[in-house]
């Protein structure tokens, strides 16, 4: 049986009323997701709250619950370790921590495509259309590049221009709104602590049912985030740049916090 500790407790009711009541009551999921959600830092629809309320939502019943799961595993030792209060900040922090590191990597994957797209609304040719495919992954289907083909071959046509524009636009309006949500950075932050406090505690995994030490089974969770990250898998929506960015923030304030310690 899970031993419920007050902030984690707190913390699961927090989330599920936060997917529960738009998805359910409401009706309405994705009022929330567009609100609280995290959207790229130079859109018009970016508020700095957003770094904090994104953890709050989450995409699915699945998201919710795997995140959940593992607040659930690794959460209360470490809040019985810490104290709520250090809990609380620990939790919090690494959350918002994940946001940033994910914002400023997201804007530097971003920016470039915003670039090619902004010259191209200035000055429309096919070189520049097709730039705004190749920013954009995923894009370049047979269709687009036998659009592209057709336009290069009618660059002042007004329909060509016309229709590449507004492509170009909700390609924009895309990319910029569209929220990262989820608690996965701050529970990435949780397995850290857990791992950095408890390195020799051994752990009962599911598949297989074998015994394995929390520092292991960190480090694994770590090198997964980061082959993924790096590897672009086409399809993966994951945002793992934000585990890694929890994980990150949570070592960084355990080391601070362990120094102070020490200090005094």
Known sequence: MFNLT????????VNVLMFAVPALILQDHNLFVNLFGLKYLFASSFLPTQLLTYSLIHASWSHLFSNMLGLLVFGPILEMRLGPKRFVIFYFATA???GIIYSLIHLAEVYPFIQAANEFLASPNPDLFA???AESPGLLSERN???????????ANPLYIQEASG???DLISFRENSPMVGASGAVYGVMLGFGYLFPNLRMMLLFP????????LIAFYAVAALYYAVEKVPGDNVAH??????MLVGWIILRIWKMQAQRF
């Open 131 to 133: 730039r705004v495919l």
């Open 209 to 216: 049912p074998i015994p394995v030490q929390a520092k292991y």
């Open 145 to 155: 590049l036998a659009f592209v083909q057709d336009y290069g071959r009618n660059p």
């Open 241 to 246: 740049y934000a585990h890694l960015g929890g």
């Open 6 to 13: 007050p902030i984690v407790k707190n913390l699961l009711i």
């Open 167 to 169: 492509a170009v636009r």
């Open 96 to 98: 918002v921590g994940a």
